[in-house]
């Protein structure tokens, strides 16, 4: 049954995949705290501008749309400190505009990063993918209790004298990195579903914070491997079977949760 | 001699042109135990996030931590804090009781730093002083307005305070846990040997238990012993309007 990974390209197509599921849910855990989810999500659109340039100056667009990516959200963590207007509206507003200004400076490559392209990842793209998901992975460990008292109370944290500007702006560059690995694989669409909805799986059955960390990040593994499966099997697009795949796991734990009549 | 652990002199704040904090002098010396209350909007909160750091140098004046000037205070563990309305954090955040107390924690032992074995046992000795040990797997927002305020308490002990600053604690809790909370800070001085700053509206209750009274609104009106204060003309005079007395309150 599981004999498509006997081809290489599935097989590079698996390790991207759970590199991203990995990182994914554990900074989704963090974003969703910190009612930030759509970060993610307008960050994706920007990196596209990024990617297009890239393919615009033939350069590697997946390099090329992380340095748009980390640049984009080290500007709007400046403006989200600057002015306490700048709101879900501004970042509402930024993610379809740099979709269209992609879309008019390369339509074709863009078109691709939509979706994703799990199976054209190739050796170039999987070193990318590995190395970045291993720093982002060892920094937001090494970080985790500044990031959790950040997220539970800045104001707190500041008083007790975290470094919370400096923590601010690490985590808005691993957020960054996290989005730029994970749509060339998911894609744009799609990143934001596996940054947010294992979240949303690990908070209804978790009973602590590292329980939510440790659950998101198992539900968002098993969405990617599940979902790989049943793209090849169904024929469809990779990232909108992982999405559809993680999203049927929460479906199935709220249904588990009314029929056994757990209350929240 | 041993400098105060706060000491303001003449400092003067604002947020924008209106002066919210006017020539205040304040000190507070170790052990003591400081009650300051105002009327609302007298600057009280102000005054303390001046003290804590969050908000920017005052226009005026100086304030001293620990016999150093604020901007280069940097043991900022040796303070802790029980913000106002400290319950309007999300209540749905899915943190237990004891991850929550030792994010009381996480400056004392630094960056790139992980907690350890007998941090765990700290925030389990803190939350035991406030009597919430059983409740440490608890989900904290499963818990009462008044059980999360003693498990805010319990953070703000973790890092061995020498200072510990609260800001109306006993907003919406009982008869009975304002009378636990009072008796509580007893004890912490008693063990501890803890300076505290609490505000409070309520005077009657304050003026019982403190071993000094500050009564701030904009300017500081008075600055003593709470057995000294509490004439009618006083309490009209910080207050604008009749305030009933504080020697009609029994404890
Ligand atoms: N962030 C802010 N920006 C602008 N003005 C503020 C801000 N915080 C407080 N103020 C103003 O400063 C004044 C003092 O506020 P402060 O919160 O210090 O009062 P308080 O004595 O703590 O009142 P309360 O008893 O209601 O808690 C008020 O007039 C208030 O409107
Ligand atoms: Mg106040």
Not at chain 1, 83 to 109: D, G, H, Q
Not at chain 2, 120 to 129: C, F, G, N, S
Request: charged share 15%; hydrophobic share 50%.
């Amino acid at each position: 049954m599981l004999d498509m990974f006997t081809y290489s390209f599935m097989q590079r197509a698996l390790v991207a995949g759970i590199a991203v599921a990995i990182v994914c849910p554990a900074i989704g855990v963090f974003l969703v705290m910190r009612r930030l989810a759509q970060y993610g999500d307008t960050l994706a659109h920007v990196s596209l501008v990024g990617v297009a340039a890239g393919v615009l100056t033939k350069v590697f667009p997946m390099a090329t749309g992380l340095v748009f990516s980390v640049l984009a959200s080290l500007g709007m963590d400046w403006l989200r400190q600057r002015y306490a207007k700048f709101s879900e509206l501004s970042l509402a507003i930024m993610a379809p505009t740099s979709l269209a200004l992609a879309m008019v400076l390369a339509r074709s490559e863009v078109m691709s990063y939509l979706f994703g392209s799990v199976v054209t990842v190739d050796n170039e793209k999987l070193y990318l993918i590995g190395g970045l998901g291993l720093l982002v992975l060892a920094v937001l460990l090494l970080l985790y209790k500044e990031l959790l008292s950040v997220s539970f109370d800045e104001e707190q944290a500041r008083v007790g004298g975290v470094p919370v500007a400096f923590v601010n702006t690490v985590f808005m560059v691993l957020t960054a990195m996290t989005v730029a690995m994970a749509m060339s694989v998911v894609g744009v669409l799609l990143v934001s579903a596996l940054i947010v909805v294992p979240v949303a799986t690990a908070l209804q059955i978790a009973r602590s914070f590292r329980g939510t960390l440790t659950i998101s990040v198992l539900t968002g593994v098993a969405s990617v491997v599940v979902g790989l499966v049943v793209s090849y099997w169904l024929n469809l697009m990779p990232g909108v079977a992982v999405t559809l795949t993680a999203v049927a796991g929460l479906l199935l734990v709220l249904g588990y949760k009314r029929i056994a009549g757990i209350e929240e | 001699m041993e400098s105060p652990l706060v000491q303001l002199k003449d400092v003067g704040f604002g947020y924008g042109p209106e002066p919210v904090l006017d020539g205040v002098d304040l000190t507070v010396g170790r052990g003591d135990y400081l009650g300051l209350i105002g009327p609302n909007g007298s600057g009280k909160t102000t005054l303390l996030k001046l003290i804590l750091g969050t908000l920017p140098a005052p226009r005026r004046g100086e304030i001293r931590l620990f016999g150093t000037p604020a901007a280069q205070f940097k043991e900022r563990w040796k303070i802790g804090y029980v913000a106002q309305k400290a319950a309007s954090f999300n209540s749905g955040f899915p943190a237990t009781v004891e991850e929550v107390v030792m994010t009381g924690l996480v400056a004392r032992r630094g960056l790139w730093r992980v907690l350890t074995g007998e941090d765990r046992k700290a925030a389990r000795a803190a939350l035991e002083q406030v009597g919430m040990l059983s409740f440490k797997d608890r989900m904290i927002g499963r818990l009462s307005g008044g059980q999360q305020q003693r498990v805010f308490i319990a953070r703000a002990l973790v890092s061995r305070p020498e200072l510990l600053i609260l800001d109306e604690p006993t907003v919406g809790v009982d008869v009975q846990a304002e009378s636990q909370f009072y008796q509580l800070i007893r004890d912490l001085r008693a063990s501890m040997g803890l300076t505290v700053m609490l505000v409070s509206h309520d005077i009657g209750a304050v003026a019982h238990e403190v071993t000094s009274l500050a009564c701030l609104n904009r300017r500081l009106f008075y600055h003593g012993s709470p057995d000294d204060f509490g004439t009618e003309e006083q309490l009209c005079e910080l207050y604008g309007h009749p305030v009933r007395s504080i020697h009609h309150h029994h404890h």
